[in-house]
């Protein structure tokens, strides 16, 4: 899928047609930023990828799309072209890389995050160069994975564009944004699809669970079914379930192990996306509760029934902020052992 994302004919998904309308009408808000904000997995990069091809074509065709043959077209198809800008973080970039240097044992951690030097290079790029295209897309996701020097290095350029730039930049937790960028953009907020819409790019019960759990975000849930994450879904929901009979530490012991398994490893299922799942299981449980439907595990509501009318509210809610705190920590544990048993104990909490 990453290959395609490269080629000029790039669409975006079904359910963000209305918006490119509105984006590519000839009426359309001028801005030399714009800012797409929405959940992971919905195909915001797909939207951003379209339009920087849009933007590079020399004649595009009437529905906004580029045309994939003119040279730029076909500049941009090889994946050279000088005023085409993506940026992105070096996990991301690196993947290829990262797989031929597993086998050496040589391979070396890629940074999650956009880093200083990659805004550097950008600037040094778009002011230094010898020709000043009038097209040049600057595609950047995601936004927020950005310490606040790069953020500012980056604040630098949107508050002076160099000529003929677009910035398309992408974003699931503009929270974590700085104000300043916030206000130099124009901001789309992008929503997930309906599920029927969501469900049709997808095929098979475990896919269309594996949507619940994203929370209705289609390419998250393809994404995770190609990996296998189905079969990991049902044990954690296995062993979730049967903790008051584990115990939280013999439960965090085998978990710990759980993550360092090949099959693991390899679904690249880590850490944080096992928090993540206790926390939307707490979540559900707050739901139900609550009267409301299961949003996350709905095939799991009658288990998650028989457990929520046993807690009371203010507890399991307490248990989900306690899991969001944890959630911040997950992504670079001092110790994941330690991180388990911690997020556990408050989760077995609940029932004592
Ligand atoms: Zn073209």
Redesign the pocket.
């Known amino acids: 899928m990453a290959e395609n994302l490269t080629l ?1 004919n790039v669409r975006p998904l079904p359910w963000l047609h209305p918006l490119w309308q509105r984006l590519t009408a000839p009426d359309a808000p001028a801005a030399h930023a714009l800012l797409f904000i929405g959940p992971a997995g919905i195909g915001k990069r797909q939207l951003a990828e379209a339009l920087a091809a849009r933007i590079l ?3 595009p065709q009437d529905d906004g799309h ?5 040279p ?2 076909r500049l941009h198809a090889s994946g050279n072209h000088p005023d085409f800008f993506r940026i992105v973080p070096e996990s991301e970039q690196s993947d290829e890389a990262a797989d031929s240097a597993e086998g050496t044992g040589t391979a070396k951690k890629a940074s999650q995050q956009i880093v200083i030097e990659q805004i550097r290079q950008l600037q040094a790029a778009l002011t230094n160069t010898g020709h000043q295209s009038e097209r040049r897309p600057v595609l950047i996701d995601p936004l927020e994975a950005m310490n606040a020097y790069t953020a500012n290095a980056l604040l630098k350029l949107l508050e002076e564009p160099p000529a003929g730039c677009r910035f398309l930049l992408v974003c699931a937790a503009p929270a974590r944004l700085l104000p300043t960028i916030l206000s130099r953009c124009q901001c789309w907020r992008l929503a997930a699809p309906a599920p029927q819409e969501a469900a049709a790019l997808l095929t098979g019960d475990e896919a269309n669970a594996l949507l619940a759990l994203n929370g209705g975000a289609p390419l998250a849930a393809q994404r995770q079914s190609e990996q296998g994450w189905a079969p990991l879904m049902h044990r954690f929901v296995q062993e979730i379930s049967a903790l008051p009979q584990t115990g939280a530490l013999a439960l965090a012991a085998r978990w710990e192990a759980w993550l360092k398994q090949r099959d693991t490893v390899d679904a690249a299922f880590a850490l944080p996306n096992l928090v993540d799942w206790l926390h939307r299981w707490v979540a559900d449980l707050a739901l139900l509760r609550l009267g409301a439907d299961a949003r996350f595990f709905p095939t799991e509501r009658a288990r998650l029934q028989r457990q929520a009318q046993h807690f009371p509210i203010a507890t399991i809610l307490t248990c989900y902020n306690d899991l969001a705190q944890i959630r911040h920590a997950a992504s670079h544990p001092l110790n994941a052992r330690l991180l388990l048993e911690d997020m556990l104990l408050r989760y077995a909490r609940l029932a004592s």
């Open positions: 000029p074509c020399e004649q580029a045309c994939g043959q003119c730029a077209c």
